[in-house]
Nanobody, 118 residues
């Protein structure tokens, strides 16, 4: 069974930090790139950050660049999103996605809510 289970979401004050985790199982994690997406109410789902299978390359949306860091631990089959200097506009459900470009094979987690509010 393929599973991507996000954790670490919750309520945080503006300017605060949260680290999200996504634990993967049921597939060869080390051969997949990993991404974090988010979707706020009334908005389209957007790509936040991406890391390749080896963890040697990352990419970020302009809106989070310099504030968020994606990383992975292939030994633990886990990808992380460190979110610093959070803003209210970061409020969204955050989703973990595994992807393998060569086969166009994607897996999605169920999401975790992050709310940035005073």
């Amino acid at each position: 069974q393929v599973q991507l289970v996000e954790s670490g979401g919750g309520l945080v004050q503006p300017g605060g930090s949260v680290r999200l985790s996504c634990a993967a199982s049921g597939f060869t994690f080390s051969t997949y790139g990993m991404s974090w997406y988010r979707q706020a109410p009334g908005k389209e789902r957007e790509l936040v950050a991406t890391i390749n299978s080896a963890g040697s390359s990352t990419n970020y949306a302009d809106s989070v660049k310099g504030r968020f860091t994606i990383s992975r631990d292939n030994a633990k089959n886990t990808v992380y999103l460190q979110m610093n200097s959070l803003k209210p506009e970061d409020t969204a459900v955050y989703y973990c996605k595994a992807y393998r470009i060569v086969t166009r094979n994607d897996y999605w987690g169920q999401g975790t809510q992050v709310t940035v509010s005073s």
